[in-house]
């Protein structure tokens, strides 16, 4: 008898804050798509210092394959930092959206 997958963790959020040449190139529409894909719930804006910052929601794992996009990101872009912060609560978002 099979038990099936093991228990669920619980969701969780953080604030990723990228870095390097993440502005003009496509990159929040890249994380909107990636985020779609993966189940990832949250927001992605620009700020003003040239950095992308990305709030996002979702189970550990899926969150890690969404952090690892991210470095990856959209043709033209070059990633060279990643800032991550663990949120302390989940926020109740529904999609993924670009905050302009």
Excluded: H, Y
Excluded at 53 to 71: N, Q, V, Y
Aim: glycine residues 12%; hydrophobic residues 35%; aromatic residues 6%.
């Amino acid at each position: 008898m099979s038990e099936g997958p093991g228990p669920r963790r619980p969701p969780s959020a953080v604030r990723l804050r990228l870095k390097g040449r993440v502005q003009g190139v496509g990159f929040r529409w890249f994380a909107r798509q990636a985020a779609r894909e993966l189940g990832v719930a949250g927001r992605v804006r620009n700020l003003p210092d040239g950095s992308v910052e990305a709030l996002a929601a979702g189970d550990p794992a899926t969150l890690a394959s969404f952090r690892e996009r991210l470095r990856q990101g959209p043709p033209g872009a070059r990633v060279q930092e990643i800032e991550e912060q663990e949120l302390a609560t989940v926020p109740d978002w529904d999609g993924f959206e670009i905050d302009r």
